[in-house]
């Protein structure tokens, strides 16, 4: 049998979609694409650059819950920034990179997700495997933090 429910109903999710849409930029039907498969088939890097969070002053810091659990994609990928002495991220500084050679910039594909909390992707999809990217942050006094997380996908 045919659905009864009122063709007005369909109307109101699509535009509720859409407007959604518009007003974050987000698709509600599309996971975020972090990492593609041709990039996750890039080789290896011969050296993984070292993290950047000593210093003399203290810098901003970049938290993330690494778990030793892989995880199925696209998942909820949420990371924290903290700050000192009354500075901020500056949000213009906020890089991101995927360690392959050659390494891949993430950037563009994250800053809509960045914030002066952290960052915050609902939905972030990677193909299966173990991926290294690299975050990179500044703070409004000019300290620089940086760090590297590992993501562990399973098919």
């Known amino acids: 049998m045919f659905c009864r429910r009122p063709l007005g109903?369909?109307?109101?999710?699509?535009?509720?979609?859409g407007y959604f849409m518009?007003?974050?930029?987000?698709s509600v039907f599309a996971a975020t694409i972090l990492v593609t498969e041709a990039e996750a088939n890039f080789p290896p890097p011969k050296e993984i650059p070292p993290p950047s969070d000593r210093g003399i002053t203290r810098g901003p810091k970049i938290e993330f819950e690494e778990d030793k659990v892989a995880h199925r994609a696209p998942l909820?990928?949420?990371?924290r920034f903290k700050?000192?002495?009354g500075s901020a991220?500056?949000?213009g500084a906020v890089k991101a990179t995927y360690i392959r050679d050659p390494k891949v910039d993430l950037t563009s594909r994250i800053k809509p997700f960045a914030q002066q909390s952290g960052?915050?992707?609902?939905?972030?999809?990677l193909p299966p495997g173990e991926h290294l990217i690299q975050?990179?942050?500044k703070d409004s006094d000019g300290r620089a933090a940086s760090k590297i997380i590992k993501l562990r996908i399973t098919p």
């Not at 109903?9 to 509720?16: G, I, R, T």
């Not at 518009?22 to 987000?26: D, E, L, M, R, Y």
């Open 83 to 85: 700050t000192f002495g």
């Open 76 to 79: 909820h990928l949420k990371l």
């Open 22 to 26: 518009v007003a974050t930029g987000h």
């Open 135 to 137: 975050i990179n942050i």
């Open 119 to 125: 960052i915050d992707i609902p939905d972030a999809q």
């Open 9 to 17: 109903s369909v109307f109101l999710l699509a535009a509720a979609a």
């Open 89 to 91: 991220i500056d949000l």
